[in-house]
C-alpha cells in the first residue's frame, strides 16, 4: 500500500515539474460564414498551454480583430473563398498545431428606394430593390406582421404618423444584410389643384391630377370653354389624360374644374379653377 502510494506521488510530481505537451481543438461558431462580419474563433485545449498562435491562410483580405496569441480571436474575412485556420499552442513540454478549413461566402448588401406617392393619407410607398449578391429578399413593415418576399414591393397606409420599412437580402448559404428606411406621413388633409399639364407622351407632367392628401372621397369634372364636360372620375387616384371620356383627344387651351373631396379627419373641399392644357 505504502508502495502504491508512493508511486502515485513521484508520478504525481513528475507530471508537475514535467508537464506534457498541450493539445487543441478549434471551434467554429458556426456552419455559415460570410464576408465583412467579425468571426469569434474559439478553442479548447489541455495541459495548459503557456502560448497560443493564431495564422489563416491564405492571409489576403483577412483581419485579425483582437490579438492573435490568446485562446480565442475574431477575424474579418473580405473575399469569398476556403481558408485554413490554424492555432498553434505551446509549453515547455512541446507545440501542437490544430487546423480547421473553413468556407466564407459573399454577404448580401441590402439596398432600396423609397418613394411615398403623394402626401398625407391615404398613402402608398413604392419601394425599388438595388440589392447585390442576394437571392432572396424580404420586405417587413412596421405597423402590421405581414411581411412581402418580392423583388420589388409596395405598401399602402391608411392612417398618420411615424413608419419604418426593412429590407432583408439574404443569399443561398445563408448570409443576410439589412437595410432600413424611416418616414413619416402627416396627419392633415389637404388638396391643391395644378393649373397646367402638358400630355405630350414624353413622361413629364403628362396627366392632371390634383395633389391630395388624408382624402378619403373625391369627384373631379373637367369642362371645357363652352361648359361641355370632357371628363369625369369620382376616385382619389383618378386623373385627366387629356382625351374625353369617350377617347377624344382634347385640343390646347384652357379648360375648367371642378372638385369635392373629403378628407379623413372630416374637412370637406369644394375647390375650382382653370387648367391650361399645352400639347407642344
Not at 468571426?39 to 495541459?47: K, P, V
Request: with cysteine; charged share 10%; hydrophobic share 35%.
Amino acid at each position: 500500500m505504502i508502495q502504491k502510494l508512493l508511486a502515485i506521488f513521484f508520478t504525481s510530481a513528475l507530471l508537475t515539474a514535467f508537464p506534457q505537451s498541450p493539445t487543441a481543438s478549434i471551434i467554429v461558431p458556426s456552419n455559415t460564414i460570410c464576408t465583412n462580419r467579425t468571426i469569434i474563433f474559439n478553442s479548447i485545449s489541455t495541459n495548459t498551454p503557456t502560448s497560443f498562435n493564431w495564422l489563416v491562410t491564405p492571409s489576403t483580405g483577412v483581419t485579425y480583430l483582437g490579438s492573435i496569441n490568446e485562446s480565442t480571436t475574431g477575424v474579418g474575412f473580405t473575399y469569398q473563398g476556403n481558408y485554413l485556420v490554424s492555432l498553434t499552442v505551446a509549453n515547455i513540454s512541446g507545440t501542437f498545431t490544430a487546423t480547421q478549413t473553413v468556407t466564407v461566402s459573399l454577404n448580401p448588401r441590402a439596398n432600396f428606394s423609397a418613394s411615398l406617392t403623394t402626401t398625407g393619407f391615404p398613402n402608398q410607398i413604392v419601394l425599388t430593390n438595388f440589392s447585390s449578391f442576394a437571392t432572396n429578399y424580404t420586405w417587413m413593415y412596421s405597423d402590421t406582421p405581414l411581411t412581402d418576399n418580392t423583388t420589388d414591393a409596395n405598401h399602402s397606409y391608411n392612417a398618420s404618423g411615424a413608419f419604418t420599412v426593412s429590407l432583408v437580402a439574404a443569399n443561398t448559404s445563408g448570409c443576410t444584410d439589412t437595410s432600413r428606411y424611416s418616414f413619416y406621413i402627416s396627419d392633415s388633409s389637404g388638396v391643391t389643384l395644378p393649373n397646367v399639364f402638358t400630355p405630350n407622351g414624353d413622361g413629364v407632367n403628362d396627366v392632371f391630377k390634383p395633389i391630395a392628401r388624408g382624402v378619403k372621397s373625391m369627384k373631379v369634372r373637367i369642362y371645357n370653354r363652352y361648359g361641355i364636360l370632357v371628363s369625369t372620375w369620382d376616385t382619389v387616384s383618378g386623373h385627366w389624360d387629356g382625351y374625353t371620356t369617350s377617347g377624344i383627344l382634347c385640343e390646347s387651351g384652357t379648360y375648367f374644374c371642378v372638385l369635392e373631396a373629403i378628407g379623413f379627419d372630416g374637412v370637406n373641399y369644394k375647390k375650382n379653377g382653370y387648367i391650361s392644357l399645352f400639347r407642344n
